[in-house]
């Protein structure tokens, strides 16, 4: 079975410069998470999706960054303009929603250097 | 911002030898969750407890959970040079599916 697919894995860009980060979840998982991972933390997440509906973003900077997950499966997350405090690696993980907790299974993450 | 934090930051252990960190967190939760993460497969889950379980053992780790300290340990037996990697616990909030990751526990097994 395919785990969580992200691309690119690596992305350089100025600031100012727009980027996008994909994501394809494991198949059937209705769950889908965006984080972000400064170096020597832990994820904070960005944005949950439960099928195409995003039902926590309260900590996704609205100004810059948008997501979307068209058809509940693939989802893309944008930031325009990037900023030097971007930079960091932005995962994916997906998860099938069931009673007593779930497991997330993480993609590779995209690792993003704002310069 | 993160609810969890790990205790140590670093740990720096010979192999064969038991490997335990701490995480402390701030609200109610559903379940606390444990996470490896290396350079090679990055972030991948060992293990779940509900918040109604104390322990919980799944092949060489151990975890417990005190709810009343709003607290977790995670115990890895007879470590092993493979076990290097940064630990992550992962708590669901209380009456929601939000999961808050603290800020992790670099272990290093030295061979």
């Known amino acids: 079975e395919a785990g969580v697919v992200q691309s690119p894995r690596y992305k350089i860009i100025e600031k100012k410069q727009p980027v996008a980060f994909w994501c394809n979840p494991i198949?059937?998982?209705?769950?889908l998470y965006w984080y972000r991972q400064n170096l020597g933390q832990g994820p904070e997440l960005l944005i949950r999706?439960?099928?195409?509906?995003?039902?926590?973003d309260s900590q996704l900077p609205k100004d810059r960054f948008s997501a979307e997950r068209l058809k509940g499966v693939d989802s893309t997350l944008k930031i325009q303009p990037a900023e030097l405090g971007d930079s960091a690696v932005y995962l994916c993980?997906?998860?099938?929603?069931?009673?007593?907790?779930?497991?997330?299974?993480f993609g590779p993450g995209t690792r993003l250097t704002v310069l | 911002s993160q609810q969890g934090e790990e205790d140590p930051q670093a740990l720096s252990i010979q192999e064969g030898e038991n490997a335990t960190m701490n995480c402390s967190y701030k609200?109610?939760?559903?379940?606390l969750q444990w996470y490896r993460q290396n350079s090679g497969r990055g972030l991948v889950h060992l293990i779940l407890i509900r918040s109604n379980e104390r322990e919980k053992h799944s092949g060489r780790l151990r975890v417990t959970l005190d709810t009343s300290k709003k607290s977790s340990s995670l115990l890895i037996t007879a470590s092993r040079a493979a076990d290097t990697a940064s630990y992550f616990c992962?708590?669901?909030?209380?009456?929601?599916?939000?999961?808050?990751f603290g800020t992790g526990t670099r272990l290093k097994v030295l061979a």
């Open positions: 999706y439960e099928n195409e509906e995003a039902v926590d």
């Open positions: 198949s059937g998982h209705n769950t």
């Open positions: 992962a708590t669901e909030t209380s009456g929601t599916y939000k999961y808050i």
């Open positions: 993980a997906s998860s099938q929603r069931g009673t007593g907790g779930n497991e997330q299974f």
């Open positions: 609200t109610s939760i559903n379940n």
